[in-house]
């Protein structure tokens, strides 16, 4: 569907609710598989290379390990981590039940193809790739952990942007994603997450694709309809972009079509690097506001809860005329922290009076206070009232006893 076509595209479909992505290992050739990547030209990417193809840029993808031998990934990797306790120090071998799914993922963010016209070409073909490999079956390192581990690892490493393709299919999170992704917050990192897919079970968008400030990431089919198989809903959307009958890049040097929401956001991150490639000296707000503002409005709605703000146009998002903005316009993770953790992981204190303690008498200070002590001068009242009373019913004489009377009962300091 031509861009054009698109922009004047509006619909209110019903609710459709996605989960996880299934790669489907139909091995393509080389030669059609360029001409099988529709989106290049529907969502604008390829006009968008006309200024800029992601250079300067690096995206670090959080996933099974990417396959840096491919053909079309030749020079892409340009470091990287395992987190799961199985894989190669460097998360270049691909680990777990779905291996090859961090190697798809890639060559739709930053693949290079090879040849004449050959092979996969990402988003952002001069963009590099940091591969974090995890694995959320045969280790010992729970997968909330791995993440944690993995994004801040990323930060430290020079990430411009990370590329999700995973969910915890919950709308929570645990405490230690506060930390990893507020330090990401904290350094200027675009993180992009996966809505979810239907398919999988997910009905509702869940963490990290919930968590403020984070850039979620829904499907749509060829029409440019939310699919039906690969699109959870949820307030927290932010842009649409293609999930079904994608292709990419598989371990071995071949190639498989797959589905869902996990192809749509590496081309989303792509993306997102094109403009932060543009714009070298904008700040991770501003990047995802450029993103949302030029999205094509789907719903009369916006945000709607399934489109977000519509669907990605990445030839709008580098050259349009975009006011900046003063803050994430998806919320920031730090003002969460502020209101919804208060009480629950950590005690909040509020001063209820001066920070100094006040002046008290030096045996308070000691610990030891006299057994009949009274703040100084308490005695001065009650002791002139009986002097009147005594002086009005026996005269001077009374007082004198009185006194001397009180002086002989006194304990001594």
Excluded: C
């Excluded at 963009?127 to 581990?149: E, K």
């Amino acid at each position: 569907m031509p861009v054009s076509t698109r922009r004047s595209l509006r619909g209110v479909l019903s609710v459709a609710l996605v989960a996880v992505i299934v790669a489907l290992p139909q091995v393509a050739s080389a030669d059609e598989v360029r001409d099988r990547e529709y989106w290049l030209q529907e969502y604008g990417i390829s006009q968008a290379w006309q200024f800029t193809k992601g250079a300067g840029v690096t995206i670090a993808v959080i996933d099974t390990g990417v396959d840096s031998t491919h053909v079309d990934l030749q020079g892409v990797v340009v470091g990287g981590t395992d987190v799961s306790g199985i894989g190669a120090p460097d998360g270049q071998t691909p680990v777990g039940v779905s291996s090859e799914h961090g190697t798809m993922v890639a060559s739709l963010a930053a693949g290079r193809g090879h040849g004449d016209d050959a092979g996969v070409m990402g988003s952002a073909p001069e963009a590099t790739i940091l591969s974090v490999s995890m694995s959320f079956q045969g280790t010992s390192i729970p997968a909330d952990d791995q993440i944690a581990r993995a994004v801040i690892w990323a930060v430290d490493n020079g990430a411009d942007v990370i590329s999700l393709s995973l969910t915890r299919n919950t709308r929570d999170w645990p405490v230690s994603w506060d930390d990893a992704f507020g330090y990401a917050e904290d350094n200027d990192v675009v993180v992009v997450a996966a809505a979810g897919n239907r398919s999988a079970g997910t009905e509702a968008v869940g963490a990290p694709a919930t968590m403020p400030g984070v850039l979620t990431v829904g499907g749509v089919d060829r029409g440019g309809f939310a699919s039906a198989t690969a699109s959870s809903q949820g307030i927290t959307i932010g842009v649409m972009a293609p999930s079904e009958d994608l292709v990419g890049a598989y371990p071995g040097d071949r190639y498989a079509e797959w589905a869902g929401t996990s192809g749509a956001t590496p081309i989303v991150a792509g993306i997102v690097a094109l403009v932060r490639s543009a714009y070298p000296n904008l700040d991770a707000a501003n990047v995802i506001n450029r993103i949302l503002s030029t999205a094509t409005p789907v719903t009369t709605t916006t945000p709607d809860p399934l489109y977000g703000y519509g669907l990605v146009d990445a030839y709008q998002a580098v050259v349009a005329d975009v006011p900046r903005v003063s803050s994430n316009p998806l919320g920031t993770l730090e003002d969460w922290i502020s209101i919804y953790r208060r009480g629950n992981d950590e005690q909040v204190v509020y001063p209820l009076g001066p920070i100094d303690p006040p002046a008290i008498p030096e045996a308070r200070q000691l610990g030891e206070i006299p057994p009949t002590w009274r703040p100084e001068g308490s005695e001065s009242i009650p002791a002139l009232m009986i002097t009147l009373l005594l002086v009005s019913l026996f005269g001077v004489g009374g007082v004198a006893l009185y006194t001397v009377n009180r002086a002989v009962r006194k304990p001594v300091d």
